[in-house]
């Protein structure tokens, strides 16, 4: 079973719909959480932190639940610039970041 | 600022040869990590080094490969000799260690990467 699980989509949604990606980590142990950014043939960037109560940067909000270990990813009013890759990311209290291997999110017009 | 430099950008060589890719992190941090990026296998780390020392070399595939880091704003990542699997896009990241004292709570910085074919 691989540390970090997501599904691969393609997420193929409209321009204002609302998405939500989820992952899935193995490790209980596991202490922080991010979600980053990959845009095609380009390196990938944070776009945020995960905290256990939830946070939410403008359009994007990111959950936690510990009991279940997953991580979710909602992204409201989608827009084209939205379309990228999106990596759930994990780490053990290390200086290792475990990272999936990837969500696609297609926003068409 | 400039972010991580990642060079060359784009190497394609021949089966048996020997490919060096280079690596200058952001100045400043003291924690380098080289990753390998497949369409199979995702991101995965394969080495990382903390103020020039490597700390974790476990990902690292097979012998063929070696990395060093001579000074605090330089390393590299040596396939000698390379194979056809080696294709891949690697990536050199850097970070610091806040106040937490690991560093797994902060923002990895990614160079651009460098995309190596293997013919």
């Known amino acids: 079973r691989k540390e970090v699980e997501q599904d691969p989509g393609p997420f193929n949604v409209p321009e204002g719909a609302t998405v939500a990606f989820n992952c899935t980590y193995s490790n209980s142990a596991s202490q922080s959480f991010f979600w980053y950014r990959q845009d095609c043939r380009k390196e990938p960037k944070l776009l945020m932190s995960?905290?256990?109560s939830g946070n939410e940067d403008g359009r994007f909000t990111a959950q936690l639940n510990r009991a279940s270990q997953y991580i979710s990813l909602l992204i409201r009013d989608s827009k084209l610039s939205d379309s990228a890759t999106y990596l759930c990311v994990v780490n053990y209290n290390t200086d290792k970041l475990i990272f999936g291997t990837g969500t696609r999110l297609q926003v068409f017009p | 600022d400039a972010g991580v430099i990642q060079s060359p950008r784009h190497e394609v060589t021949e089966m048996g040869q020997e490919v060096t890719l280079r690596c200058k992190p952001i100045s400043g941090h003291d924690y380098l990590f080289w990753y390998r990026q497949t369409m199979m296998r995702g991101l995965e780390l394969l080495i990382y080094f903390n103020n020039n020392v490597p700390i974790d070399d476990s990902g690292m595939p097979e012998d063929r490969f070696s990395a060093k880091m001579p000074n605090a704003s330089f390393s590299t990542l040596k396939i000698q000799p390379s194979e056809p699997r080696d294709s891949a896009v690697y990536f050199c990241a850097s970070s610091s260690p806040g106040t937490s004292g690991t560093t797994g709570y902060n923002e990895q910085f990614f160079g651009p990467g460098t995309r190596l074919t293997v013919l």
């Open positions: 995960v905290y256990s």
